[in-house]
């Protein structure tokens, strides 16, 4: 199956909350058609994977001139264990590069599915958030380029 990665604008919002309500895992905080306005025209950039022009997934970075921050990636659940996840990581990793960012970090709830999926990509476990996400501790996991 081919893939390929492309920004994803404002006029995508839904199909943004369709993946993230089907890609079965829990979140913390779901995205809404009005938050992501929000993000949007905040700066954060997001980045999609398609195929057959179809969206499956999406990783969305907030970025300033030292670091870049991953805050939401998501696959629509059919489209699991393909690679997407692995693309799209490795698209904003070159991203980073090129702009000469060299750390990237997310904040991850424990032992959650992102998190194992990030320490299998070189990510690494810097530090720990007491109630990052309501009432759930996260730890910081950063990768340096």
């Known amino acids: 199956m081919n893939f390929s990665v492309n920004n994803i604008y404002p ?3 839904d199909q943004l909350v369709s993946i993230q309500k089907n890609d079965g895992f829990s979140h913390v905080y779901y995205l809404t058609k009005e938050r992501l306005e929000k993000l949007f025209s905040n700066g954060e950039e997001f980045f999609g994977a398609f195929t057959d022009n179809k969206l499956i997934g ?23 264990r393909k690679g997407v996840a692995s693309i799209l990581l490795k698209h904003i990793l070159l ?6 960012i060299r750390n ?25 958030f ?12 950063s990768i340096y380029l």
Request: aromatic share 14%.
């Open 11 to 13: 006029d995508s919002a």
């Open 58 to 80: 999406f990783i969305s970075i907030n970025t300033d001139v030292v670091r870049m921050r991953i805050h939401f990636l998501s696959v629509d659940q059919q489209f699991q």
């Open 95 to 100: 991203i980073a590069k090129e702009k000469k």
């Open 104 to 128: 990237v970090y997310v904040y991850t709830e424990i032992e959650s599915p992102l998190e194992v999926f990030l320490l299998k990509n070189r990510f690494i476990k810097v530090g720990y």
């Open 130 to 141: 007491k109630k990052r996400f309501r009432d759930k501790d996260a730890n910081i996991l």
